[in-house]
């Protein structure tokens, strides 16, 4: 037998529609994937709706395969043992600035490969390709906190789970101005993309969604792959009579108690539709309890209530992992609300775009530069760092006293702090 340790090709392809040519090979990176995830296997109709969304979101396979020896009756070459998926969509970065962002999903290595350099291998050369094309970021959600740092990934946005309490407790300070329907479930098909469209526009950190969103709120595609009859949506209406966002949400059952609704997508364009919906659901008779696994870390609804303990928050974590691909062209994207001038030297794992820059800001326009290396900086931070103060989610001052940021200008933490600062809490409502 020959050596079955592993040389690999890898191929890249994109994510296309049943009926297509090259669907077969698709199909067999998804159920890969899958198996990644531990999923059961799908059935085909499953991934074909999948993979009708992967289409339209214009995704692209990477996937390796072995090139050697493949172990007797062991899945056959054609079944890659390693997968990378990305796709783009915009980010927001603050005061409504977009840049488009290479989003990467759907990682997974066979047992039987790991730790063999497969990820690494597709990580650096999806993000040197990238930045080839001219991104200047990449984002993703991660499995284990432990994986990405060593890739310059750094973390930029927070989300928690709640668990509210509906009973009589739940009292708001806010008198509604607008007014909440219930709709059937299948109006989120038209009427969810263009709610979160103007969600997006105003809450840096948002970034554009995959099609797959707007199956799952309006419960026409479960994880299972199935249609969800348990969904429920409301929708609200501002003052103006035109819909301005949206809650869709389960019934959990009788048992156990406290009787709960899950929130399965909650989006709000404006401040008081987003109270409003959440009047929504405490108002649902029978249930004593929503739960909501995306909330936001700084939440309006823990200052909007009477009795702020109603909400109980737990297991807040990273959510959006961003990496800056060209800090040059990351920077110059950005609107800064406060004047000065930084000198950042940014350290890089993996030398995409390491260097010394000079962010100049004048008027919220910033001017930026690379400088000669014996530049004396204000901070030194690693390009992971960087990214995670660069959506204004993570404070500087904190990374810091973390250690994570080097100080050599005193007070020039702070004054990051002021030039990154956002016009509202950065949040990502886009789990990929
Ligand atoms: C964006 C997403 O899709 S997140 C989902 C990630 N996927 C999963 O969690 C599915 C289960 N896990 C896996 O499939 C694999 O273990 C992977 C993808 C996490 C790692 O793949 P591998 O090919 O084994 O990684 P590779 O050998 O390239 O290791 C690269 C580096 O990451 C480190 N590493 C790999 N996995 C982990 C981990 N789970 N925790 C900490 N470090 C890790 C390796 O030690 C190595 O470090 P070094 O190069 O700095 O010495």
Same mark, same amino acid.
């Given at each position: 037998? $020959?050596?079955?340790?592993?040389?690999?090709?890898?191929?890249?392809?994109?994510?296309?529609?049943?009926?297509?040519?090259?669907?077969?090979?698709?199909?067999? &990176?998804?159920?890969? *994937?899958?198996?990644?995830?531990?999923?059961?296997?799908?059935?085909?109709?499953?991934?074909?709706?999948?993979?009708?969304?992967?289409?339209? #979101?214009?995704?692209?396979?990477?996937?390796?395969?072995?090139?050697?020896?493949?172990? #007797?009756?062991?899945?056959?070459?054609?079944?890659? *043992?390693?997968?990378?998926?990305?796709?783009?969509?915009?980010?927001?970065?603050?005061?409504?600035?977009?840049?488009?962002?290479?989003?990467? !999903?759907?990682?997974?290595?066979?047992?039987?490969?790991?730790?063999?350099?497969?990820?690494?291998?597709?990580? !650096?050369?999806?993000?040197?390709?990238?930045?080839? #094309? $001219?991104?200047?970021?990449?984002?993703?959600?991660?499995?284990?906190?432990?994986?990405?740092?060593?890739?310059?990934?750094?973390?930029?946005?927070?989300?928690?789970?709640?668990?509210?309490?509906?009973?009589?407790?739940? !009292?708001?300070?806010?008198?509604?101005?607008?007014? *909440?329907?219930?709709?059937?479930?299948?109006?989120?098909?038209?009427?969810?993309?263009?709610?979160?469209?103007?969600?997006?526009?105003?809450?840096?950190?948002?970034?554009?969604?995959?099609? &797959?969103? &707007?199956?799952?709120?309006?419960?026409?595609?479960?994880? @299972? $792959?199935?249609?969800?009859?348990?969904?429920?949506?409301?929708?609200?209406?501002?003052?103006?009579?035109?819909?301005?966002?949206?809650?869709?949400?389960?019934?959990?059952?009788?048992?156990?108690?406290?009787?709960?609704?899950? *929130?399965?997508?909650?989006?709000?364009? !404006?401040?008081?539709?987003?109270?409003?919906? &959440?009047?929504?659901?405490?108002?649902?008779?029978?249930?004593?309890?929503?739960?909501?696994?995306?909330?936001?870390?700084?939440?309006?609804?823990?200052?909007?209530?009477?009795?702020?303990?109603?909400?109980?928050?737990?297991?807040?974590?990273?959510?959006?992992?961003?990496?800056?691909?060209?800090?040059?062209?990351?920077?110059?994207?950005?609107?800064?609300?406060?004047?000065?001038?930084?000198?950042?030297?940014?350290?890089?794992?993996?030398?995409?775009?390491?260097?010394?820059?000079?962010?100049?800001?004048?008027?919220?326009?910033?001017?930026?530069?690379?400088?000669?290396? $014996?530049?004396?900086?204000?901070?030194?931070?690693?390009?992971?760092?960087?990214?995670?103060?660069?959506?204004?989610?993570?404070?500087?001052?904190?990374?810091?006293?973390?250690?994570?940021?080097? @100080?050599?200008?005193?007070?020039?933490?702070?004054?990051?702090?002021?030039?990154?600062?956002?016009?509202?809490?950065?949040?990502?409502?886009?789990?990929?």
């Amino acid at each position: 037998m $020959g050596d079955l340790s592993g040389n690999y090709d890898i191929r890249r392809f994109p994510a296309v529609s049943m009926g297509s040519a090259g669907y077969a090979e698709a199909e067999t &990176w998804a159920r890969a *994937v899958a198996f990644g995830f531990h999923d059961s296997v799908r059935t085909p109709e499953h991934v074909a709706r999948s993979m009708a969304t992967y289409e339209a #979101d214009g995704r692209i396979f990477t996937g390796a395969y072995q090139s050697g020896t493949v172990a #007797d009756s062991s899945l056959p070459a054609e079944v890659p *043992v390693a997968t990378f998926g990305t796709f783009r969509k915009t980010l927001n970065v603050g005061f409504g600035r977009m840049l488009e962002t290479q989003m990467v !999903t759907a990682v997974t290595v066979r047992t039987s490969h790991r730790r063999r350099g497969l990820l690494r291998r597709m990580m !650096t050369e999806d993000l040197q390709a990238a930045r080839d #094309d $001219g991104i200047a970021v990449a984002a993703l959600t991660a499995s284990e906190g432990s994986i990405y740092g060593r890739f310059g990934y750094g973390v930029a946005s927070l989300e928690r789970s709640v668990k509210v309490d509906t009973t009589s407790r739940f !009292t708001m300070r806010h008198q509604a101005t607008g007014s *909440v329907e219930v709709a059937d479930p299948k109006v989120l098909l038209e009427v969810a993309p263009k709610v979160f469209d103007r969600v997006h526009r105003h809450t840096p950190g948002s970034l554009g969604r995959q099609q &797959w969103y &707007w199956q799952l709120a309006s419960g026409s595609l479960n994880r @299972e $792959g199935k249609e969800d009859p348990a969904i429920k949506v409301a929708l609200h209406y501002g003052p103006d009579g035109g819909i301005d966002g949206y809650v869709s949400y389960k019934f959990l059952g009788w048992e156990p108690a406290p009787v709960t609704v899950e *929130v399965v997508d909650l989006v709000a364009a !404006t401040d008081h539709a987003y109270l409003e919906l &959440w009047q929504y659901l405490a108002a649902i008779d029978l249930v004593e309890r929503v739960s909501w696994n995306e909330a936001p870390v700084d939440d309006p609804l823990a200052w909007a209530l009477a009795d702020p303990r109603c909400i109980d928050a737990s297991d807040s974590r990273d959510m959006l992992w961003l990496r800056i691909l060209d800090v040059p062209q990351a920077l110059a994207a950005r609107h800064y609300p406060s004047e000065g001038t930084l000198i950042l030297e940014v350290g890089d794992p993996l030398g995409l775009t390491a260097g010394t820059f000079a962010l100049e800001v004048q008027g919220g326009q910033a001017a930026v530069e690379r400088v000669h290396a $014996g530049a004396e900086p204000d901070l030194a931070l690693d390009v992971s760092a960087l990214s995670s103060i660069y959506l204004g989610g993570v404070c500087p001052v904190t990374l810091a006293a973390a250690g994570r940021i080097a @100080e050599r200008t005193k007070g020039a933490a702070l004054k990051a702090r002021q030039m990154f600062a956002v016009e509202r809490a950065t949040h990502c409502l886009t789990h990929f």
